[in-house]
């Protein structure tokens, strides 16, 4: 089960404007991270930092708490405070890997002691950094790894008449350029490579705003931005390929 999965098409590594990463598979999507840390503050302050680099940022404050979450979901990166108030970070680390997780693990402490260290890497961490840290080091930090799990892939997808360039977010129908808002552009992303499947209005508001839409009573913002993307591809000449699927979603698929 994963939680609000959000995928895309060719591109590979940190897109420094939307926090999309593509694997070796060449399926893009956003990047997801749960943040591991019981110090509300600091974890409000990293949390918010990372949502504003564009990336799903979920947060677990105990160790029992974040195990049930990397079991239920689905994460790219996980940041792992050592010190929880029902366990040890390294403990879930060790759980993580014996029941084959393979999200790449980057602990958090306060724990300066070469030794932690090497421990926390030989349990199977991909790094360490020592608390207090600067959060535009711990982007970087983030963002190698990643690069690290994928090798270049090409970085512009097609669909009938559209393009998508994923470097300057420009989208065309048939070479006319698509103005486009950054929920439109990541909308049509996630249609082009779900295309011909049904998409529910659920999973599209998890994919636009993540952990956010779990307070929400209801999604129906959504039918505006699929109704504005589908006006502005019409508008240029574009084909309709959003169907709606009624009391459920959409559908993106070549006419027929």
């Not at 600091?42 to 029992?64: K, M, N, P, W």
């Not at 029902?86 to 060790?94: R, S, T, W």
């Amino acid at each position: 089960m994963q939680s609000g999965e959000e995928v895309f098409d060719t591109f590979t590594g940190v897109h420094p404007a939307t926090g999309l990463f593509c694997a070796g598979n060449a399926v893009c999507r956003r990047m997801k991270i749960l943040l591991v840390e019981d110090h509300a503050e600091l974890a409000r302050s990293i949390a918010g930092y990372l949502v504003q680099e564009h990336y799903i940022c979920e947060v677990a404050a105990t160790f029992d708490e974040a195990r049930e979450k990397l079991i239920l979901f689905t994460y790219d990166v996980v940041l792992l405070d050592i010190m929880l108030p029902d366990g040890n970070g390294i403990n879930l680390l060790k759980l993580l890997r014996k029941e084959g997780v393979d999200s790449s693990v980057i602990i958090i402490s306060a724990q300066n002691a070469l030794d932690f260290k090497l421990t926390g890497l030989s349990e199977g961490a991909d790094d360490y950094i020592t608390k207090p840290f600067p959060l535009p080091e711990l982007h970087a930090r983030v963002k190698a790894i990643m690069r690290r799990r994928s090798p270049q892939k090409n970085n512009v997808l097609t669909f009938q008449d559209l393009t998508a360039d994923l470097d300057s977010l420009e989208c065309r129908v048939n070479g006319k350029l698509l103005n486009l808002t950054r929920k439109e552009t990541n909308l049509l992303l996630y249609f082009i490579h779900n295309k011909g499947r049904m998409l529910s209005r659920q999973a599209i508001a998890a994919h636009l705003w993540g952990d956010y839409t779990d307070n929400l009573d209801s999604v129906d913002f959504v039918y505006q931005h699929v109704k504005n993307l589908r006006k502005k591809i019409t508008d240029a000449g574009g084909q309709d390929y959003i169907s709606t699927v009624y009391g459920f979603g959409y559908k993106f698929n070549a006419p027929e």
